[in-house]
């Protein structure tokens, strides 16, 4: 069983911080690219920041030199650092990991991609 639990979401003022956490616990051979993603009332599910196994990132063009996605592979965690938070960021942000695991009760492991269950970001202006 493999569970991605975050943390951080919160209300904040336009122009503070925030810091959001995930991490991926359970049966995990290897972590590849994690993410996070939002979805605001009424929209799409969108990308926010992403970063590689080896620390390659990209960003959304609406949030970049605002968001900081970085990771500790050695605790299959990411982080997402916000900052200069606008009313615009308001949305469910989203953690998603690539994951290698293995069947349950299994030597078996297999591909997929994982999502947290999603933790609120209120920004008020």
């Known amino acids: 069983q493999v569970q991605l639990v975050e943390s951080g979401g919160g209300l904040v003022q336009a122009g503070g911080s925030l810091r959001l956490s995930c991490a991926a616990n359970?049966?995990?051979?290897?972590?590849?690219?994690m993410g996070w993603y939002r979805q605001a009332p009424g929209k799409q599910r969108e990308l926010v920041a992403r970063?590689?196994?080896?620390?390659?990132?990209n960003y959304a063009d609406s949030v970049k030199g605002r968001f900081t996605i970085s990771r500790d592979n050695a605790k299959n965690t990411v982080y997402l650092q916000m900052n200069r938070l606008e009313s615009e960021d308001t949305a469910v942000y989203y953690c998603?990991?690539?994951?290698?695991?293995?069947?349950?009760?299994?030597?078996?492991?297999?591909?997929?991609?994982?999502w947290g269950q999603g933790t609120q970001v209120t920004v008020s202006s």
């Open positions: 998603n990991a690539d994951l290698l695991v293995l069947r349950a009760q299994s030597t078996v492991s297999y591909r997929t991609e994982y």
């Open positions: 359970g049966s995990i051979v290897i972590t590849y690219s």
């Open positions: 970063i590689s196994s080896g620390g390659r990132t």
